[in-house]
């Protein structure tokens, strides 16, 4: 706990001059939208980033090579969820079951072995704590009374939709989302899944939604391209994705074959 807090305040100091400097030149590097080129097979190529994600990934080299924050050494699963269980207000139960530690694991040792620009580092550190928090959260939600008895009426002929990613499985969902005796999850309750207010479900919806539209404005600033790539990402649109199933294998596209294959 005390090695988080103390590389908290290095990266912290590190991260306010870069602030400075960033801040003197984000005029002059307003992110345009490139269109990502696809290669025969239907294979991606790397995506298009912004001067602003160039440069950033400039200011924050010398920190990955100096390893001022977690994000820029291996990733260890134990460390990322001690960090998760702060963010989840000290709860630390993960369930009994344990399928998602070799999930996790799995991916964590692929995207170890990978190179990575410094934004690439400090997303993908986010989104594995996200997706630990998360599962924290939901945990604790389902071991609510009140929770409790709601589980007492399940939901009645639902829909599931199985298919590989590129596989027309977003569309689809989307199309039965149109009905509207179907109700499909939006992308904010996805990725923030548990309400933090309960008390004003009004002002929690809105802060859920800023929370989220916030992750997808920082991407859309340094992949303009990723919406109209992998398929358009909204906060009150029905999503799929993104957390949704990453709480118990966290998906990247290149490791999904990793997953099939452990």
Known sequence: MREVNVHGKLWNVY?????????????????????????????VSRPRT????????????????????????????????????LKADGFDD????????????????????TEKSPIGCLSIYKFLVHCLEEKLRLRKELMDRDMIKCLEHPITKPIFIVGLPRGGTTMLQRYLALDPQNRSPLGYELWSS?????????L??????????????????????????????????????????????PLFLPTFPILLNP
Not at 23 to 42: D, G, H, L, N
Not at 94 to 113: A, H, M, Q, T
Not at 237 to 248: D, F, Y
Request: net charge positive; glycine share 2%; with cysteine.
């Open 204 to 249: 929690d919806k809105t802060n859920r939604i800023k929370i989220f539209e916030k992750e997808r404005i920082d991407m859309e600033m340094i992949i303009p391209s990723f919406d109209r790539t992998i398929h358009k990402v909204g906060v009150t649109l029905p999503e799929e994705c993104l957390c949704g199933m990453s709480i118990e294998s």
């Open 50 to 85: 912004t001067l602003l994600a160039r440069f950033l990934n400039l200011v924050l080299r010398p920190a990955q090579i100096l390893k001022l924050h977690p994000a820029f050494r291996p990733f260890d699963l134990n460390h990322l969820k001690m960090v998760a269980v």
């Open 15 to 43: 991260w306010s001059l870069g602030t400075i400097v960033i801040i003197m030149f984000v005029p002059y590097m307003i992110p345009r939208a490139k269109e990502t080129k696809i290669q025969s097979k239907s294979v």
């Open 94 to 113: 993960f369930g009994p079951r344990e399928d998602y530690v070799s999930n996790f694991e799995c991916v964590i040792e692929w995207l170890n072995k």
């Open 194 to 202: 548990v309400q933090r207010n309960k008390e004003n479900l009004e």
